[in-house]
């Protein structure tokens, strides 16, 4: 069992969004799809036990890459996630509540020039329950970045969606030998 203290734990729900885990969106990837009910389940448990839930939407100005060098995630997976679209909103059946946390992000990163940290710390949250999608994109920066300002993290493996097994693999053990643990949702109690 995996327990979970809820005055100093924070379910983290990363980019299930409609781009990503519906047929129509724009980078759909079935195993995106595949843990939206899983997400579902560990927030209704989190809400239920008092903990924070935090969700985070990827979301792309049209121009947002303009002019850069190097980092243009629309030159690599083509346009995603747009300022205002349909394909940013997050997945229907998630339950957001009002005192839910929504971070919008504008990299793979969910603390990268985001209040994420500080909303976090000014909770006294000290653990970070991690599930959502893609395992080895915004999955895996947001664990490790979440590691080196020494939270402790916790990846909800079977609630990780990616596109390739191998891609699900490997993040999870990168995360589990570098910054963190793994557990899986019917290992998750909080108390």
Known sequence: MATFD???TALVVVDMQRDFCHPDGALYA?????VVEPCVDLAHAAHDAGARVVYTRDVHPPDQ???NH???EFDRWGEHVLE?????ELCDDLPVEDGDHVVEKHTYDAFHETELDGWLSARGIETLL????????CVLHTAA?????????VLAEDAIGAIETEHHEYA???VEWLVGERTTTDEVTFA
């Open 30 to 34: 079935p195993g995106s799809e595949t």
């Open 70 to 72: 190097s980092y243009d």
């Open 6 to 8: 809820p005055a100093t």
């Open 84 to 88: 205002g679209s349909w394909g940013a």
């Open 145 to 153: 970045s979440a590691g080196l300002r020494d939270y402790r993290v």
């Open 130 to 137: 991690i599930c959502g999608t893609l395992a080895n994109v």
């Open 65 to 67: 890459f303009e002019g």
């Open 172 to 174: 999870t053990d990168h």
